[in-house]
Every structure is written in structure tokens, then in C-alpha cells.
């Protein structure tokens, strides 16, 4: 009987980088090989929420690693198979002593499956070491203390992660990617953000050296905010830097001082980041159902054809339209517009916001469960314990794309409309349209409805669901779990 290779496993998730890896570091400190693994996992792909654009940022994220380390023989293998079944096939193959990976507040279905993975790793005798994540902590009941323990996690020193040779390992494994899989890993649009440390890092440097001086001018602006930004959303998402590693870096940054508005607001929206992912690490049912159980019962129209309308960007509201074009074409939109789109499918269309939060989560390459339900509902107005925003996108458009440039890049029909008609094109005249080369209702959608009616039915419906007797129970129950105790109290 041949001796099975002892070994450890990394298993990476949404933590693909090299340094403040606390996974890798800890393996690296045993005496032992170990075997860094990544997995593309169908029943997590298939699910309502992935996109190809996602799988295709990991892939180039793992490229990347493995070029980086191929020279100490610790590249990360790439598997293409349920985690399960590659587990299953890797304790036949090796005596695994320990698995290192950090915690993921995913989705449901990644929840069931590290159940089963660590029913399995017991069942067999294998340590699994789960490392916290950006100042996310398990087990949490409510949200006391949180504020202080997350500033401790962050400021603690970055992990140095070095990385000595090893004897290879060899590993022929039965999951390959599929050829047609494969395929369509190479062919990411070059209108999505570049994947990868690297990448990462230029954009975060880029921004503290220059780019960042006008963030919290721009910030609420859909085109000038896409230089002025940060922009590092997806490598946090899919873990190419840490929080930790964005913080420290623009914190100890030479321009901090002459920046410091402007720094100090996107530390801020660090810990917003992590302050929303924890809200769903304690209650993963935000994916699926309203966090109020009291909105359950509202009714909403929930017409089709506005709901397609609003996923190709067919609404006959400029701003709306030329946002959801946007976002399919190039993944990001700043937050202000995302929470207009949203807003605008809630309230003036009146439709529920599953209708729509697995097509955003899709379109979004920095796409975080963790972030995007519970925003998602904060939006829609199902928490019961934020104000309601109804955003009007006519005084959206005027106040933040005056001249409709944004507009009018993503809405090429509405491109010789003068910025007098840009924002309400509806307005325009017979003469007008003939002048502009386009007739509203034939070459661009007119109004799907009336802004004035609609708002005030969606502020009616909205209001009055919130005093019911269960909506108000659930409210004390979330402000108990999922807020800080000196938060005011919301009428």
C-alpha cells in the first residue's frame, strides 16, 4: 500500500491575493507542504446571482497568483467540480492534516456547503482553521461593541506574507475546467476593471495620488464619480487587497493631510463595507426575504414589462436608462445611482425588489452579498427601520448630469437632444424631435409612468405598511440585532 503525501490546504475563496493572507501565512509557518486550491463550483455558478463576468475576475485573479508563485511551487490549483466531491478525491490522494481559508458571509447555498464540507473534514480527522474576515466576526447576536472591535481588527499590523520553496506536489486531479468553460474565461471585456493585486493597487494608488483629491465633490456624479472614486470595490469583493490593506495605505498616505475630507470619507465607506456584510453574516435570509417580515404581505403590481423595461435600460427616464446600460456594459455605477435604479423599480414601478436584486447582482463585477441584499432592501424600503427614499431621477439627472453627458454616452438616441429637453425628452415638441433626428414612443420609450402619480401612491403604500402592528415588532427586533445601541431611534 503506497504511503499517502501528507500535506495542508489553502482553500481560497474571495481572498485572492498574496499579502495580508492570514490563510497563507498560517501554512506557511508548518513544516508541512500544503496545496493551494481554488474551486469554480457549478452549484454556486449557476445560482441566480453569478455572472461569467465574476467567474472570468477570479479566473484572472488565480492566473495571477499562480504566476506569482510558480517559482516556490505553491501555484493554486484551479478545479472545476462541486466542493464536495474535489474534497472527497483529495483526502483519497493525500492525508490531509489541515485546511486554511478564511470565513465567507455568502449566500445561502455557500453556508450549506461549508456545513457539509466541515461535516466531512470532521468525519475524516482534518482541521479546518477559518480565518475573520475584514473585522466580520461569526457567531455575533447583536451588534454591541462592534464599532470598537472592528477598529482593533483594522488596525492591527498587516500580515508580511513571504514564501519559501517547497518540493512539488503533484496533483493530476480528475476536475479539470472544462474546454468551453475555459474558453469563456478568456474572453473578459476590456470594458470591465482589470482582475488582480496588481491591478488593485494601481487603482488604489492612483487614487491617493491624484484621482482622490475629488471624491467627495464627485462622488454623487455618474460620470465624473468613475474617475474620482476609489474604484478598488471589486478587488475588496473578490479579496485582491484587504480592507485592512486599503485602510492602512490610505491612512499612512503622504497626501492624507491635504486630503483629508476626501480620505477620510472612503475610510468611512470601508467600515459602511464591513458594517453591511456583518448585517448579513447574522442573517443570510436577506437574500431571499424581506429582513421586515412585515413587508411580506405588501402587494405590488409586479408588471413584466416594466420590470424588462428597467433591465435593459427602456424606461423612457434618461438617467435610468442610461445607468442600467452603463452597468451592463462595464460592471460599476457609483452609489448614488445605484440607489436610484433600485428605487425607481421599488417605488415608481412598483415592483417587489427580488424582482430585480439577482439581475443587479449579475451586472455588478464588485458584486458582495454581504453589501448588496441588505442595501438592496434599505433601497427598497422593506427594513422598517431606515428612511424611505424615494429618489425622483428627472431632479437626479438635473442635479448630477446637468448637460446630459452621461446621458448621452449611454443613450446614443438621445444625443442631439439639447440639455434644455435632455432630463424630460417627453417635453419636446413635434418640431423639436424633428430637429433632434427622434421621435419619442418610436426611437426612444416615452415615461412608463407619471413621476407625480407614482411617487405619491409608492409613499402612500409604503407608509402605510409601516404601522402594522408586525412591521413595528420586527423593527425592534432588527434595531436589537442589527444596530448600534447609541443609534437614534426611527419614528
Not at 488565480?62 to 483526502?91: C, D, T, Y
Amino acid at each position: 500500500m503506497v504511503k499517502k503525501k501528507r500535506i495542508n490546504i489553502v482553500w481560497l475563496k474571495r481572498d485572492l491575493r498574496l499579502q495580508d493572507h492570514a490563510a497563507l501565512h498560517a501554512a506557511e509557518q508548518q513544516d508541512i507542504p500544503y496545496l493551494i486550491v481554488f474551486f469554480f463550483e457549478p452549484a454556486l455558478y449557476q445560482h441566480a446571482d453569478t455572472s461569467i463576468r465574476h467567474l472570468q475576475f477570479q479566473y484572472d485573479s488565480v492566473l495571477e497568483m499562480q504566476e506569482r508563485l510558480a517559482a516556490f511551487n505553491k501555484s493554486p490549483f484551479m478545479f472545476h467540480g462541486e466542493a464536495m466531491a474535489i474534497f472527497n478525491w483529495l483526502n483519497e490522494e493525500f492525508h490531509i492534516n489541515d485546511v486554511y481559508s478564511y470565513q465567507e458571509s455568502g449566500v445561502q447555498v455557500t453556508w450549506e456547503r461549508d456545513k457539509a464540507v466541515a461535516s466531512l473534514f470532521q468525519k475524516n480527522e482534518i482541521g479546518w482553521i477559518e480565518f475573520q474576515r475584514d473585522g466580520i466576526k461569526r457567531g455575533r447576536s447583536n451588534r454591541v461593541g462592534w464599532d470598537q472591535d472592528w477598529f482593533n481588527t483594522i488596525k492591527q499590523p498587516l500580515i508580511l506574507n513571504n514564501y519559501r520553496p517547497q518540493e512539488s506536489i503533484s496533483c493530476n486531479h480528475p476536475f479539470p475546467l472544462p474546454e468551453d468553460f475555459r474558453a469563456k474565461m478568456e474572453s473578459y471585456s476590456a470594458a470591465m476593471q482589470p482582475a488582480g493585486q496588481k491591478q488593485a493597487w494601481k487603482y488604489i494608488k492612483s487614487f491617493a495620488e491624484d484621482r482622490g483629491k475629488n471624491y467627495a465633490r464627485f462622488i454623487s456624479k455618474p460620470a465624473e464619480s468613475r474617475k474620482s472614486c476609489g474604484r478598488i470595490s471589486p478587488y475588496l469583493a473578490w479579496g485582491n487587497i484587504s480592507i485592512k490593506q486599503a485602510y492602512h495605505f490610505i491612512r499612512s498616505h503622504p497626501n492624507y493631510e491635504i486630503n483629508k475630507r476626501a480620505f477620510n470619507g472612503i475610510l468611512t465607506r470601508l467600515k459602511w463595507h464591513c458594517h453591511f456584510i456583518q448585517k448579513f453574516e447574522m442573517e443570510v435570509a436577506y437574500e431571499t426575504r424581506c429582513v421586515n417580515r412585515g413587508y411580506e404581505s405588501m402587494e405590488r403590481a409586479n408588471n413584466l414589462e416594466f420590470i424588462e423595461a428597467w433591465k435593459t435600460g427602456k424606461t423612457g427616464y434618461p438617467l435610468v436608462d442610461a445607468c442600467m446600460r452603463c452597468v451592463i456594459e462595464t460592471g460599476w455605477l457609483n452609489f448614488r445611482m445605484r440607489a436610484m435604479v433600485v428605487s425607481f423599480l421599488c417605488h415608481h414601478l412598483d415592483c417587489d425588489w427580488r424582482t430585480g436584486v439577482y439581475h443587479l447582482a449579475k451586472q455588478f463585477l464588485d458584486y458582495e452579498p454581504g453589501i448588496h441584499y441588505p442595501q438592496f432592501q434599505m433601497q427598497a424600503g422593506t427594513t422598517g427601520i431606515n428612511t424611505v427614499r424615494i429618489y425622483n431621477p428627472v431632479k437626479q439627472s438635473q442635479d448630477h448630469d446637468p448637460q446630459g453627458e452621461f446621458i448621452k454616452k449611454w443613450v446614443p438616441e438621445l444625443r442631439e437632444v439639447p440639455a434644455t429637453f435632455i432630463h424630460e425628452p417627453w417635453q419636446m415638441t413635434q418640431i423639436d424631435e424633428a430637429f433632434c433626428g427622434v421621435k419619442i414612443g418610436i426611437d426612444y420609450p416615452a415615461p412608463l409612468v407619471d413621476l407625480k402619480e407614482s411617487g405619491k401612491e409608492a409613499r402612500a403604500k409604503i407608509w402605510g405598511q409601516r404601522r402594522l402592528k408586525k412591521v413595528k415588532t420586527e423593527k425592534q427586533r432588527i434595531l436589537e440585532k442589527h444596530t448600534r445601541p447609541s443609534r437614534p431611534k426611527s419614528s
